[in-house]
């Protein structure tokens, strides 16, 4: 018996940029995984949700990127992170979010 692998949803923040897009190429060749939404400025992140996005990978610019975290993290989308900009504070931050939401799932 051969083991079908899962196919992992992927979102991409940024994807119309030109390292977001490089993402999306990448995605759609990988056979275990499948690209569900392309969210860009001035979209709306409901689409990660209403997609069915299981993961995000975010290359967007450091202004967005933390509420681009947020929104993940509240809806339960695992997120990668390529862009710039992240320093201590930054990342104690979200740590925060995941303890606090952690915490709610008790």
Partial sequence: MVAV???????????????????C?????ADDTELVAVVD??????ALVTSGAEVVVDF???D?????L??????GIHA????????DDRLATVRGWL???RRLAC
């Fill in 80 to 87: 990668v992170v390529g862009t710039t900009g992240f320093d």
């Fill in 5 to 23: 692998a899962e196919v992992i949803k992927v979102g991409v923040l940024g994807g119309r940029g030109r390292v977001g897009s490089e993402v």
């Fill in 60 to 62: 967007t610019h450091p």
């Fill in 99 to 101: 303890e606090a939401r």
């Fill in 70 to 75: 947020e929104f993940c993290i509240d809806h």
């Fill in 64 to 68: 967005a990127v933390m509420d681009n």
């Fill in 41 to 46: 400025v001035d979209d709306e992140l409901d």
């Fill in 25 to 29: 190429r990448a995605v759609e060749a």
